[in-house]
């Protein structure tokens, strides 16, 4: 008898998933890598993505003498590549921070953003800009967003049960709260020129970037949000609900708190970083669904990879669009996420 020649229908539905999933990894690696080598050369000044592997290549010691000018070599260097790194380490970032609070909370409307993080973080940001200690930047913003997760926590457990819609409505009224808090403290402290930039800074904007922010959101990604892509068969099991965790072997209480602390923080790194960005947290995780499904082994690094994509080109239109005035690169996400989040409404409401 001979043997049936082995190709893709040999495969089992389970394992063209897996195949199908590591393609759409590898695609959006790549395309991430793509994007952050031409977005570095798009701008008045004339560099080409050869231009940009020889200053990375000189700059790591790979090339003993650099071809690109002193000029060009300063701008790839030190002003645009720490800048689109921000961007892509704060896209990725907040779409894992969505994509785990969505699960955590049971919640499809959860991002940082909607459940008060984004604000409070933004108030105790604003609140070390206004005194000067800038250096504790990222310290005030994340005590900000951890105060304001556990009020809006707080809040929708005092109505009982916290389902979805408490949870809404409970970081509607943080946000709310901090917003108008963060609006009085620009108000009664801010002077002069500090106005417009900290009004600038709120609207979201990666402007002055350099490679201390964009080290320090990488190293933030990688110290908690590569943890919380390593979670996902928790998250799975929250998905459930907390019955169905508990089935697991999960301790619900502490490791849900575990977890949404572990946002709160990284959160907060990368408002201090990137200011207040809306929508990418909870459009990225639904975009994605709609090509990984609902399970987080998948749903994550995709998300994570889509929202670096993401971020890095809403950041070059920012800065390009209208050269040589910048817009704030929140006004381009929510330009972009708002229609797009209505199309996947309409999505999902034909697939139901």
Same mark, same amino acid.
């Given at each position: 008898?001979?043997?049936?020649?082995?190709?893709?229908?040999?495969?089992?539905?389970?394992?063209?998933?897996?195949?199908?999933?590591?393609?759409?990894?590898?695609?959006?690696?790549?395309?991430?890598?793509?994007?952050?080598?031409?977005?570095?050369?798009?701008?008045?000044?004339?560099?080409?993505?050869?231009?940009?592997?020889?200053?990375?290549?000189?700059?790591?010691?790979?090339?003993?003498?650099?071809?690109?000018?002193?000029?060009?070599?300063?701008?790839?260097?030190?002003?645009?590549?720490?800048?689109?790194?921000?961007?892509?380490?704060?896209?990725?970032?907040?779409?894992?921070?969505?994509?785990?609070?969505?699960?955590?909370?049971?919640?499809?409307?959860?991002?940082?953003?909607?459940?008060?993080?984004?604000?409070?973080?933004?108030?105790?940001?604003?609140?070390?800009?206004?005194?000067?200690?800038?250096?504790?930047?990222?310290?005030? +913003?994340? %005590?900000?967003? @951890? /105060?304001?997760? *556990?009020?809006?926590?707080? !809040?929708?457990?005092? &109505?009982?049960?916290? #389902? $979805?819609?408490? +949870?809404? %409505?409970?970081? @509607? /009224?943080?946000? *709310?709260?901090?917003?108008? !808090?963060?609006?009085? &403290?620009?108000?009664? #402290? $801010?002077?002069?020129?500090?106005?417009?930039?900290?009004?600038?800074?709120?609207?979201?904007?990666?402007?002055?970037?350099?490679?201390?922010?964009? #080290?320090?959101?990488?190293?933030?990604?990688?110290?908690?949000?590569?943890?919380?892509?390593?979670?996902?068969?928790?998250?799975?099991?929250?998905?459930?609900?907390?019955?169905?965790?508990?089935?697991?072997?999960?301790?619900?209480?502490?490791?849900?708190?575990?977890?949404?602390?572990?946002?709160?923080?990284?959160?907060?790194?990368?408002?201090?970083?990137?200011?207040?960005?809306?929508?990418?947290?909870?459009?990225?995780?639904?975009?994605?669904?709609?090509?990984?499904?609902?399970?987080?082994?998948?749903?994550?690094?995709?998300?994570?990879?889509?929202?670096?994509?993401?971020?890095?080109?809403?950041?070059?239109?920012?800065?390009?669009?209208?050269?040589?005035?910048?817009?704030?690169?929140?006004?381009?996400?929510?330009?972009?996420?708002?229609?797009?989040?209505?199309?996947?409404?309409?999505?999902?409401?034909?697939?139901?």
């Amino acid at each position: 008898m001979v043997a049936a020649p082995l190709g893709l229908s040999a495969l089992t539905p389970a394992a063209l998933r897996r195949l199908r999933m590591r393609a759409w990894l590898l695609g959006l690696s790549a395309l991430l890598v793509a994007s952050i080598i031409v977005a570095v050369t798009i701008g008045p000044a004339d560099i080409g993505a050869g231009d940009v592997w020889a200053v990375i290549g000189h700059k790591l010691g790979l090339l003993s003498r650099s071809p690109v000018s002193i000029l060009h070599e300063g701008i790839v260097w030190e002003l645009r590549l720490p800048r689109v790194l921000a961007a892509a380490a704060v896209g990725a970032g907040l779409a894992i921070c969505g994509a785990t609070m969505q699960a955590l909370t049971r919640n499809p409307l959860a991002d940082p953003y909607l459940l008060g993080l984004s604000s409070g973080a933004s108030v105790g940001a604003v609140a070390m800009m206004l005194v000067g200690a800038t250096v504790l930047l990222p310290v005030g +913003a994340f %005590l900000g967003a @951890l /105060a304001a997760m *556990a009020m809006t926590l707080g !809040l929708a457990r005092s &109505l009982g049960a916290i #389902t $979805a819609s408490r +949870a809404i %409505l409970a970081g @509607l /009224a943080v946000s *709310a709260l901090a917003s108008a !808090l963060t609006s009085f &403290l620009i108000f009664w #402290t $801010a002077t002069g020129d500090s106005y417009r930039e900290i009004l600038s800074w709120l609207m979201g904007s990666l402007a002055g970037s350099r490679w201390s922010d964009a #080290t320090l959101a990488l190293v933030a990604f990688a110290v908690v949000g590569v943890p919380l892509m390593a979670s996902s068969r928790i998250l799975d099991g929250f998905v459930f609900g907390d019955t169905a965790a508990r089935a697991l072997g999960i301790d619900v209480a502490k490791t849900r708190w575990l977890m949404l602390g572990a946002t709160a923080l990284l959160t907060g790194v990368l408002v201090a970083i990137s200011g207040a960005i809306g929508f990418v947290g909870l459009i990225l995780p639904h975009a994605v669904r709609l090509v990984a499904g609902g399970r987080h082994q998948h749903l994550l690094p995709l998300a994570a990879l889509a929202g670096a994509i993401f971020m890095v080109w809403t950041d070059t239109a920012a800065r390009t669009l209208f050269d040589p005035r910048e817009l704030p690169v929140g006004i381009v996400t929510a330009m972009i996420g708002a229609p797009a989040f209505f199309l996947i409404l309409l999505h999902n409401r034909r697939a139901t």
